[in-house]
């Protein structure tokens, strides 16, 4: 099978694609120090204009707006852009999950339609950080007001995440990501063990995103990221893992168009069914949308 049949293919059978991770900021150096000078591609401003150019010229439909900074102000900002941008179907924001009053502010952002979930930046956390009594506690919380929670570590978080997912099977769970697998350094192992305990848990889901960035951002190609894919495929299934671009971050080591090529040529030996899964439905399902 040629690409152009390839391509004929993926337009018959997947009908509509949402992206469920990407990033909207105002940038300053302060809040987005970890943008470094090597991603200097990144170091300005990304607004709905910019992404709403982007989707149309790949026909995605909609997208996930995910938190990148830590504070409720972004939260409010993100479903402001929400509700004025009819593509943006959803947002995944920050609270402050050990606050003694995390039930109030729960209660409070439930009048957001568009506010799906929560996530925190645990890659820059100690693993033991989702296990303190006052992270839990906000966990605890989430599903009887109806958010999900992202999950954003690195692969020596994952015995913790662990830890943490099989004490709330109720909880709806995606890891970002794939966890950032030390693909640059080809180790596989390690990581593909812990994903594969994880996955046993049925409440967790996989987003297929950020990993173009833990590659060689010069000389990845799609055989460099396919035994990753694999990996997850294999552990998740098609039932729980869901497309992300990470755009704009992405743009550092590839367009939108070329991640989300490989994805697409990836899933093409699938049945329509589970492309659609992979493409749509696993995130209205997920994210409630």
């Given at each position: 099978?040629?690409?152009?049949?390839?391509?004929?293919?993926?337009?018959?059978?997947?009908?509509?694609?949402?992206?469920?991770?990407?990033?909207?900021?105002?940038?300053?150096?302060?809040?987005?120090?970890?943008?470094?000078?090597?991603?200097?591609?990144?170091?300005?401003?990304?607004?709905?204009?910019?992404?709403?150019?982007?989707?149309?010229?790949?026909?995605?439909?909609?997208?996930?707006?995910?938190?990148?900074?830590?504070?409720?102000?972004?939260?409010?900002?993100?479903?402001?852009?929400?509700?004025?941008?009819?593509?943006?179907?959803?947002?995944?924001?920050?609270?402050?999950?050990?606050?003694?009053?995390?039930?109030e502010r729960l209660h409070y952002f439930r009048q957001y339609k568009k506010l799906k979930g929560f996530r925190h930046v645990l890659q820059g956390e100690e693993p033991s950080f989702m296990l303190q009594k006052e992270f839990l506690n906000g966990i605890g919380k989430l599903h009887q007001h109806g958010f999900t929670y992202d999950i954003l570590v690195f692969p020596h978080h994952l015995s913790a995440v662990?830890?943490?997912?099989?004490?709330?099977?109720?909880?709806?769970?995606?890891?970002?990501?794939?966890?950032?697998?030390?693909?640059?350094?080809?180790?596989?192992?390690?990581?593909?063990?812990?994903?594969?305990?994880?996955?046993?848990?049925?409440?967790?889901?996989?987003?297929?995103?950020?990993?173009?960035?833990?590659?060689?951002?010069?000389?990845?190609?799609?055989?460099?990221?396919?035994?990753?894919?694999?990996?997850?495929?294999?552990?998740?299934?098609?039932?729980?893992?869901?497309?992300?671009?990470?755009?704009?971050?992405?743009?550092?080591?590839?367009?939108?168009?070329?991640?989300?090529?490989?994805?697409?040529?990836?899933?093409?030996?699938?049945?329509?069914?589970?492309?659609?899964?992979?493409?749509?439905?696993?995130?209205?399902?997920?994210?409630?949308?």
């Amino acid at each position: 099978m040629d690409l152009y049949e390839k391509d004929l293919r993926l337009k018959s059978t997947i009908m509509r694609i949402v992206d469920t991770h990407q990033h909207f900021w105002k940038y300053d150096p302060v809040n987005y120090d970890w943008i470094t000078e090597q991603m200097s591609v990144i170091r300005r401003d990304f607004l709905p204009t910019d992404l709403a150019e982007v989707l149309t010229g790949n026909k995605v439909d909609s997208c996930i707006s995910v938190q990148a900074n830590q504070t409720e102000e972004e939260t409010e900002w993100l479903v402001k852009m929400a509700d004025e941008n009819d593509f943006i179907a959803g947002v995944v924001g920050w609270v402050d999950l050990r606050s003694n009053s995390i039930a109030e502010r729960l209660h409070y952002f439930r009048q957001y339609k568009k506010l799906k979930g929560f996530r925190h930046v645990l890659q820059g956390e100690e693993p033991s950080f989702m296990l303190q009594k006052e992270f839990l506690n906000g966990i605890g919380k989430l599903h009887q007001h109806g958010f999900t929670y992202d999950i954003l570590v690195f692969p020596h978080h994952l015995s913790a995440v662990s830890d943490l997912v099989k004490q709330f099977p109720d909880q709806r769970f995606v890891i970002d990501h794939l966890a950032k697998p030390y693909i640059k350094d080809g180790k596989i192992d390690e990581w593909k063990a812990a994903m594969e305990r994880i996955s046993k848990y049925q409440n967790v889901y996989c987003k297929l995103s950020g990993i173009v960035t833990e590659a060689d951002w010069q000389n990845w190609t799609k055989e460099t990221l396919k035994p990753y894919i694999d990996a997850v495929v294999q552990s998740f299934g098609t039932d729980r893992i869901m497309f992300g671009s990470d755009w704009p971050v992405c743009l550092v080591a590839s367009s939108y168009e070329k991640w989300l090529t490989v994805l697409k040529e990836y899933f093409t030996t699938f049945s329509g069914a589970e492309q659609e899964n992979v493409f749509n439905k696993n995130a209205g399902r997920f994210y409630n949308l």
